[in-house]
């Protein structure tokens, strides 16, 4: 069973950055496939970034490519999102996400069996 406990939300300037980490356990880490996805107000959760076990391997949603960019320190069992430009319409519950044994690069939610209890980010204009 893999935990994951996600942290560094809070409220931010348009065009701020942020960075949320994410600890993970019960799992060998570098095993894991990783994800962020974000839920906002009466809407379905989206994905944001994903990193896979081969080492440098990531991917990230449209909205986000080349303003956002997740990583993962396989010795400290530790994943991050950097967020950069932050833009209003980045406002949601970022959640941490993880699953074991794949080989591609999953971005929907039901790839992901363990979740984190997330955090919020809020850009205000």
């Known amino acids: 069973q893999v935990q994951l406990v996600e942290s560094g939300g809070g409220l931010v300037q348009a065009g701020g950055s942020l960075r949320l980490s994410c600890a993970a356990s019960g799992h060998t880490f570098s095993a894991l496939t990783l994800g962020w996805f974000r839920q906002a107000p009466g809407k379905e959760r989206e994905f944001v970034a994903g990193?896979?076990?081969?080492?440098?391997?990531?991917y990230y949603s449209d909205s986000v490519k080349g303003r956002f960019a997740i990583s993962r320190d396989n010795t400290k069992n530790m994943v991050y999102l950097q967020m950069n430009v932050l833009k209003p319409e980045d406002t949601a519950v970022y959640y941490c996400?993880?699953?074991?044994?794949?080989?591609?690069?999953?971005?929907?939610?039901?790839?992901?069996?363990?979740w984190g209890q997330g955090t919020q980010v809020t850009v205000a204009s």
């Open positions: 990193t896979s076990w081969s080492p440098g391997a990531t």
């Open positions: 996400c993880a699953a074991t044994s794949r080989w591609d690069r999953p971005t929907t939610q039901y790839d992901y069996p363990y």
